[in-house]
């Protein structure tokens, strides 16, 4: 059940592309990406505290243990820290996504900016656990990520063009916030958290950056109906359900695990610009994507059991 958690979760967040190319005129990647987390930041706060309260009401021991924690001067910053921390990332990951797309397309760079998250957070849990990740995790996050590679540089059938240097920084980048993020909660959920009160606290603090952005952007396109239900879409459906969704199911399984998962975004993304929007892709990238769903089905067999009963192997 998880492992589907984390994989709806990708479902709606390659959504994302599909629903601005639907969405009415004037708009700028910086206001949709400001407005999609002020709404779906709120939404996201509002869902994940309601279904946070009604665990405590269910596990008493386990929230008077979460407060303990958090009244320890010490013990008590990092847990804070690590939650605003998710909020950043999050804020962050808008701009450097959008900056990637602008620069290299759309499909160069989402496959970037995915590609390269699940191989950012396994570095990461590397570097913070010092365990070695597992052969399936290797295996599928390969394949996984020469299918992105190949769907990235295929495109669209008949298209050619390079890469931007700073395109491919910027989504890069974020792949880092969202490698972050992945890690940041997985340690927030080994403490002993529960997993609504951490994205709901990443959904309160992103809400208030990205409400700070709002008099320095054009809204005018909210004023259309289209405007309006591509909004809600995008903050309510790709981030607040989505993001309730990704938590839970990264209770279950590993920050890199959870991770190579999401990279069913832009195997979404490119069956909807197939079917919705009327694209044509190279032969390369349907390659690719049959790459990227044999990694996705590797790691989703690997990954049956909860909690991935031997996702790491100790160094010895």
């Known amino acids: 059940m998880h492992v589907l958690a984390v994989l709806a979760a990708a479902v709606l967040f390659g959504t994302t592309g599909t629903s601005q190319a639907l969405g009415p005129d ?73 900056l990637g797309t602008g620069r290299n397309g759309v499909a160069v760079g989402t496959v970037v900016a995915l590609g390269s998250a699940p191989i950012l957070a396994g570095l990461l849990e590397w ?15 390969a394949l996984a990520t020469i299918g992105v590679v190949l769907l990235g540089f295929g ?40 997993p609504f009160t951490v994205v709901g606290a990443m959904g309160a603090s992103s809400a208030l950056i990205c409400a700070c952005a709002l008099p320095f952007v054009d809204l005018a396109w909210l004023g259309t109906p289209a405007g309006v239900a591509m909004a809600l879409w995008l903050g309510l459906a790709t981030i607040a ?53 044999a990694g996705l089905a590797l790691l989703a067999w690997g990954s049956r059991a909860p909690r991935d009963p031997a996702p790491f192997a100790v160094e010895a």
């Open 155 to 194: 495109g669209e059938a008949g298209s050619a063009g390079g890469t931007d240097p700073l395109g491919l920084v910027g989504s890069v980048g974020a792949g880092a916030s969202f490698a972050v993020i992945a890690n940041a909660q997985r340690r927030l959920l080994d403490d002993g958290w529960d």
């Open 26 to 98: 004037g708009t700028t990647p910086l206001s949709i990406g400001v407005m999609r987390m002020v709404i779906g930041g709120a939404g996201l706060a509002v869902i994940a505290f309601a279904l946070a309260a009604r665990h405590a009401r269910r596990r008493p021991d386990a929230a008077a243990k979460s407060l303990r924690s958090l009244s320890l001067s010490q013990g008590g910053i990092r847990p804070l820290a690590l939650m605003v921390l998710t909020g950043v990332c999050i804020s962050v990951y808008q701009p450097l996504f959008f």
């Open 241 to 293: 359900i989505a993001y309730v969704l990704f938590t839970w199911g990264l209770s279950g399984l590993t920050a890199a695990t959870a991770a190579t998962l999401t990279l069913g975004e832009p195997l979404t993304a490119s069956v909807l610009g197939i079917a919705v929007l009327g694209e044509r892709l190279s032969a390369l990238a349907i390659i690719g994507l049959v790459v990227l769903a």
């Open 127 to 141: 570097a913070l656990t010092r365990r070695m990740p597992s052969p399936t995790w290797m295996a599928a996050t």
